[in-house]
């Protein structure tokens, strides 16, 4: 039930973000563009990241090449709104599979329920496709498998994990110890481990510089090894002393009741973690975007394991809280419900579109298909529809278009932009007329 409510949710609000015009990000205008090279059987260029930008130089996820069909038989931004829909709604089956088969029927209705619509899923699916929506369902059947000792299946489904994103082979590698802990398997346990760090090693060293257009893991400049090895205790202090950072630890402990603590899943959270609260990006350390999404599989089948365990303890107080454990991490889920991007559901003016939303339309009516744009994020994904040619507007590189969008409103621009004079400025020597300027947003066509 928690599966199918969960998809139906989660493509309404995406189907609500996509009617509003709504662009996090450009990450969503990434992966499109990525699945319409696969589509094409050519390298994933992504325009929008520069002219000849390999997205596999960028972040390491070749398993995101099985939604290709789908994206071939829908080819538009939308689409992978709905697969990330549906991939969270299969990792929210496998987690409520897992409740019901070790607590009950009522176990897993509450456990399932508080996984579904956790305050990890939801911010992830508010900021629209990433990778780890993938991710997320290949953790929560290993988990399932792991609990369900069913040692090998879960290694195998664990080590499709370094396909996923690439610092997700730490998370092998934990996995692999955790796994060797339950089942006494140690040759199994250490291979998997192994295959988790050297996949991680050669991805970050040798895959990702070779494919990257600068010859370099971009984001190996986020975090600053002589730091850590020069002054670990000082970088732990700083992590310690962080609003944002224990507030991330309070949150994910909390949501599970503290059950998390007594599970030895538990520790397959820290790779994620760790990488997170060592980067210097800020962004990383909150709970909002998606960087918590492969958090909460960990985080609710560790509270089923942890509600086990401690069913088995010798203190009566402890016993009795297990009793009622799964009711207290549903509890904690409803809580905060009214804090969650799902609670815009409930409000009819979320859903009603106003000039804004008839000005956009009657832009993309403006473009033509087939032309070369440059354009800010704001209608970046809308634009990719009718093959056209989608740029980062400013972009190094980029050829000259044949139009060029912005949004004053919310392209991101800190000043007002002529988008004629600003077309000139670009590309010197070209000519510009603005052909629509209506709403905040501007269309300039190339005219010599």
Same mark, same amino acid.
């Given at each position: 039930m928690w599966s199918g409510l969960a998809f139906v949710a989660y493509w309404l609000y995406a189907t609500l973000q996509w009617r509003r015009f709504e662009s996090p990000s450009y990450d969503l205008t990434i992966f499109t563009q990525m699945l319409q090279r696969y589509a094409r059987f050519e390298a994933p260029i992504v325009t929008v990241k520069g002219a000849d930008y390999n997205v596999l130089g960028d972040h390491f996820h070749p398993l995101l090449a099985l939604l290709t069909p789908f994206y071939a038989a829908f080819p538009s931004a939308y689409t992978l709104l709905v697969l990330q829909a549906l991939l969270v709604s299969v990792s929210v089956f496998f987690v409520t599979k897992t409740a019901h088969e070790h607590l009950g029927r009522a176990g897993g209705w509450l456990i399932g329920g508080a996984y579904a619509f956790s305050w990890g899923v939801q911010n992830a699916m508010a900021v629209q496709f990433h990778e780890v929506a993938m991710g997320a369902p290949v953790l929560a059947i290993s988990l399932w498998l792991l609990l369900r000792e069913r040692w090998v299946p879960a290694a195998i489904w664990a080590g499709l994990?370094?396909?996923?994103?690439?610092?997700l082979g730490l998370t092998v590698l934990v996995f692999g110890f955790v796994l060797a802990l339950r089942s006494g398997k140690l040759l199994l346990g *250490?291979?998997?481990? $192994?295959? +988790?760090?050297?996949m991680f090693a050669l991805t970050i060293t040798v895959i990702l510089p070779t494919l990257n257009a600068f010859g370099q893991y971009d984001h190996g400049?986020?975090? *600053?090894?002589?730091? $850590?090895? +020069?002054?670990?205790?000082?970088?732990l202090g700083e992590i310690l002393a962080s609003d944002q950072r224990m507030g991330t630890v309070l949150l994910l402990v909390t949501c599970t009741g503290l059950l998390i603590l007594r599970s030895n899943l538990g520790l397959l959270v820290l790779p994620t973690l760790?990488?997170?609260?060592?980067?210097?990006?800020?962004?990383h350390w909150g709970t909002g975007w998606h960087y918590s999404l492969m958090l909460m599989p960990i985080a609710y089948i560790a509270a089923v394991d942890g509600i086990v365990l401690l069913r088995k303890a010798k203190l009566p107080f402890l016993r009795a809280y297990a009793r009622h454990g799964a009711v207290i991490v549903a509890t904690f889920a409803v809580a905060i419900s009214n804090q969650l991007p799902l609670f815009e559901l409930r409000d009819p003016e979320q859903w009603r579109t106003g000039p804004r939303q008839e000005a956009a339309r009657a832009l993309l009516e403006t473009v033509p298909g087939g032309s070369v744009v440059s354009t800010d994020v704001s209608l970046m994904h809308y634009l990719l529809a009718d093959e056209r040619q989608v740029y980062f507007v400013g972009m190094p590189g980029n050829p000259v278009a044949d139009y060029l969008v912005v949004d004053n409103h919310a392209g991101g621009w800190s000043a007002p932009v002529n988008i004629a004079q600003h077309g000139s400025q670009l590309h010197p020597g070209t000519t510009w007329e603005t052909v629509f300027d209506e709403s905040g947003y501007q269309v300039a066509r190339r005219v010599g």
């Open positions: 994990l370094v396909f996923v994103k690439e610092d *250490s291979l998997l481990g $192994l295959w +988790g760090a050297g400049s986020n975090i *600053s090894g002589a730091e $850590l090895l +020069g002054d670990p205790l000082g970088v760790a990488w997170r609260f060592v980067s210097s990006n800020e962004g």
